[in-house]
């Protein structure tokens, strides 16, 4: 089986990439695109602020027009670095064990990114990230087990663009930019199991990495 994990878009039907053989659209475990708010399309993930051990701390992501598609009415959400939000994933959905999946997601990078910086994360110990290196390239981490940088290099050019990472259960990460294979590396492994079944958005557990950019 291959799950659909993590899935932002910004608007149904519009712009989709075509990836082996996977439709990315609203099928995903969790998927956002904005349009409702800070609720993901099945209205069972929604973004609170603060994180899990310091409720206070920092913001939720600013609502904006004009998001991945280009359409005017179409939200997308905005981060400066200064966001904390998370939520909990009670139903399980992001919890996952020895399969196939995917993280994926539409960024927009605003500025040059000073150190690594997360799109999103979920558990620790366990689970996983999708981030952007300093470098703009692709990276992906599987908590506990590995680091996993790519050679998958996005454009520097301000504008949106579609980022994934499949990953083949104990054969490979495969890094794909607006839908076009970027690297391929090995990875034997899986996933450990998270205890913490928390999500956050454009920043890691502990409110480090954050993004600098909008994500749709």
Request: net charge negative.
């Given at each position: 089986?291959?799950?659909e994990l993590l899935?932002?878009?910004?608007?149904?039907?519009?712009?989709?990439y075509q990836i082996e053989k996977t439709l990315f659209d609203e099928?995903?475990?969790?998927?956002?695109?904005?349009?409702?708010?800070l609720?993901?399309?099945n209205g069972n993930h929604t973004l609170i602020q603060g994180l899990v051990d310091d409720p206070e701390a920092g913001s939720l992501p600013t609502l904006f027009n004009e998001g991945s598609s280009g359409i005017a009415t179409d939200l997308a959400a905005s981060f400066d670095g200064s966001q904390a939000n998370h939520v909990i994933d009670a139903s399980g959905a992001l919890?996952?064990?020895?399969?196939?999946?995917?993280?994926?997601?539409?960024?927009k990078i605003e500025g040059p990114l000073p150190s690594r910086r997360i799109i999103f994360g979920y558990g620790i110990p366990?689970?996983?990230?999708?981030?952007?290196?300093?470098?703009n390239t692709l990276f992906t981490t599987t908590y506990g087990i590995a680091d996993i940088p790519s050679s998958a290099s996005l454009p520097d050019d301000g504008a949106w663009h579609h980022v994934a990472v499949v990953h083949e259960n104990m054969t490979e990460m495969r890094f794909y930019i607006d839908g076009?294979?970027?690297?391929s590396i090995s990875y034997t492994q899986s996933v450990n199991r998270a205890d913490d079944q928390t999500f956050y958005v454009g920043h890691e557990i502990n409110g480090v990495n954050p993004w600098l950019g909008s994500i749709d």
């Open positions: 089986d291959h799950i899935w932002f878009s910004g608007i149904y039907g519009f712009g989709r099928t995903g475990a969790v998927y956002y695109h904005f349009d409702n708010g609720t993901d399309a919890q996952i064990e020895d399969t196939d999946y995917t993280l994926e997601a539409w960024i366990g689970g996983y990230s999708l981030s952007v290196a300093p470098d076009t294979l970027g690297d």
